[in-house]
């Protein structure tokens, strides 16, 4: 069986105010069109909603029950009104970011409580990969957007600009390493010892190509957090983002004073030529670079 809306309302303004006459100015009607609601309402139900033997109506043991029923049911037709307005005005229902262990993105914050503003129904996703792995969420459209290290090159189908931002990288040990004994290191040092490494899915230049093999096999991981975690168990010596380190290390690991290091790699913002996007991910797209999108 389903209940006229109108009814319902009229159900939760008189509960509300008190009386029938207030919820009818409220709501623009006459006082009995909102007796003939509830009427039917209470018909429909089964039920009485009101107690109407005392001046004001007072609403019944079940009244009181089904009135938080109906709220439930004006803040899921709320929704949905406003989904299907959304919708029309062409905002996305969903927008997926990637981003990337690398970057701090000491923006992140005020963007997000901004956009959480501008569109409140929006279904916000933030997933973490890496490099090439994140070009690949956007190729695929399963991401609207990226954010990453800077790369030499990309896609043909993937825009992509420079934002203002940049990941800072430092060489990091566990203090129980032996190069954490050694006041300055160079490649040969490093060279001894396995290099730990990040290993995405798909191929990817990173700011660490220049750095020598070691001649132990080296190991690898999909992220820096787990690359930060093997160097704190000592297992060698990694590229890490020094904000990473600072927050979540605990002070396990020390910073190798080697040259050239630390050193900072732009980041980018990415998106596809081969799709559309909606005004949600458009207005973040142009928040982090103006004119991005164009």
């Known amino acids: ?18 009386s ?9 009607k006459s006082q ?11 018909i429909d139900l089964g039920l009485e909603l009101f107690d109407r033997s005392s001046r004001q109506p007072v609403l019944t043991e079940a009244g009181r029950v089904m009135l938080g029923r109906v709220d439930d049911l004006l803040c899921a037709s709320d929704r949905l009104r406003r989904a299907a307005a959304r919708l029309a005005a062409g905002v996305e229902p969903r927008l997926t970011l990637v981003l990337s262990d690398a970057n ?3 923006d992140f914050e ?16 933030c997933v973490f990969a890496e490099h090439g792995d994140a070009i690949s969420l956007v190729q695929s459209g399963r991401a609207s957007l990226g954010l990453l290290s800077a790369q030499a090159s990309y896609p043909p189908e993937i ?29 040969q040092q490093l060279a001894r010892y396995r290099a730990l490494r990040l290993n995405t899915l798909i191929e990817h230049s990173i700011p660490t190509d220049d750095l020598p093999t070691s001649g132990h096999r080296h190991w690898s991981a999909p992220n820096y957090l787990l690359l930060m975690d093997m160097a704190a168990f000592g297992f060698g010596w990694s590229a890490l983002p020094r904000w990473l380190v600072s927050r979540y290390s605990g002070g396990l690991l020390k910073e190798l004073q080697v040259s050239g290091w630390p050193r900072r790699s732009a980041v980018d913002v990415i998106w596809s030529f081969q799709r559309s996007l909606g005004p949600a991910g458009a207005w973040l797209l142009e928040s982090l670079v103006p004119f991005a999108g164009e």
Do not use: C
């Open 32 to 42: 009995s069109t909102i007796s003939e609601a509830i009427a039917r309402l209470e």
């Open 20 to 28: 029938f006459s207030a919820a009818a100015r409220r709501l623009g």
């Open 110 to 125: 005020r963007l997000m409580t901004e956009l959480d503003q501008r569109f409140p129904e929006l279904e916000m996703e």
């Open 1 to 18: 069986m389903s209940y006229s809306p109108e009814a319902l309302e009229a159900f939760a303004q008189i509960a509300a105010l008190g």
């Open 104 to 106: 701090q993105f000491a």
């Open 159 to 187: 825009g992509h600009a420079t934002i203002d931002e940049s990941a800072d990288f430092g060489l990091f040990v566990s203090h129980k390493h032996p190069l954490a004994a050694l006041e300055r290191v160079d490649y």
